[in-house]
Each structure stands twice: as structure tokens, then as C-alpha cells.
């Protein structure tokens, strides 16, 4: 398995434009936030609270954390934080509004794709994860490097 510093700098590559960047910092975690919806609309029969009910991406969210340990002994938890994060929007849609997670995900979801696949037209490269589908996780965690830069934290 390549070393976290080689994953993020081979993702660095093709986004170094500022506009690409901009882009990213609004759709990959947007992307990343309609995965999990997805995911957690396939509901599992176990009752967690008379409102909440175990779903795929609870489970999904472990093991993409266990990913990111297995890169990094600190940026996992980031990770962690956001996904849960994703986890308490996907929660607060389902029961607070009447909106259908599941259509909410589609329609970011393909915004977020467009826009990404605009800021790779003006960055003038092709999207990473062409080369190797390990970059659709690398990005999320590329995003938050730059926040554990900023905070002084090693990833």
C-alpha cells in the first residue's frame, strides 16, 4: 500500500488550479455527505432508537475509517468526525424534514459530479480516480490535510 504522502501528492497533481480547488472544497465533501445518504436509506433490521434504525452506512463509515487508519494514525479520526457529521445530517433529514433523503443525495450528487468535472476542465487534467479508483476516498482525505496543516496537526 502506497504511504499517505504519496496518495495525496499523486491527487495534488491534478488539482493545483484555485478554481479547481474552490470546486472541490464544495463538491467532494458534498459527494462524499450523498454516499452516505445513500447508503444510509438501506436500512438493517435493528432498531437503535425509536427513531433511529442501523443502516449500511453506519457500517460503511467504520470501515472507510478503518481505511484512513490504516493511511494515517491521525487524519482517520477527521475522517471519523466528518462522517459522523454526514451521518447526523442523514438523521436530521430523515425525521426533521419531509424531503426524501434518497432524492436530496441524487440531485447533489449530480450537481457536485458536474462541478467537479467542470473545475477538471478548467484545471485542464483529467479527474484521479481515472487512473485509480482509490483517489474517490484519497480526496476526502487530500481536503482534510490542508485542515490539519492549518490546525499544525502531523497527519
Known amino acids: 500500500m502506497k ?3 504519496q496518495w495525496l ?8 488550479d484555485e478554481t479547481n480547488k ?23 433490521p435493528v432498531q437503535l ?6 443502516n449500511v452506512a453506519m457500517i460503511l463509515i467504520l470501515l472507510v475509517t478503518a ?3 490504516s493511511l494515517s494514525k491521525t487524519i482517520w479520526i477527521g475522517m471519523l468526525l466528518f462522517g459522523l457529521l454526514c451521518l447526523g445530517i442523514c438523521y436530521w433529514i430523515e425525521v426533521y424534514t419531509s424531503a426524501p433523503l434518497w432524492l436530496v443525495c441524487v440531485i447533489l450528487f449530480a ?9 477538471h476542465k478548467v484545471e485542464g487534467k483529467k479527474p484521479s480516480f481515472l487512473k485509480d479508483l482509490q483517489f474517490l476516498m484519497i ?4 481536503l ?7 490546525m499544525g496537526v502531523k497527519y
Do not use: R
Not at 49 to 54: A, S
Not at 111 to 119: D, E, P, R, S, T
Open 67 to 69: 481505511y484512513y487508519f
Open 22 to 44: 474552490t470546486i472541490h472544497w464544495i463538491c467532494v465533501p458534498t459527494i462524499f455527505f450523498t454516499i452516505v445518504g445513500l447508503f444510509y436509506c438501506i436500512k438493517l
Open 9 to 16: 501528492n499523486e491527487y495534488g497533481e491534478s488539482h493545483k
Open 3 to 5: 504511504p499517505i504522502d
Open 139 to 142: 480526496g476526502p482525505m487530500w
Open 144 to 150: 482534510m490535510s490542508f485542515i490539519y496543516k492549518k
Open 111 to 119: 450537481l457536485a459530479w458536474i462541478g467537479q468535472f467542470y473545475g
Open 49 to 54: 432508537t425509536p427513531t433511529l434504525q442501523l
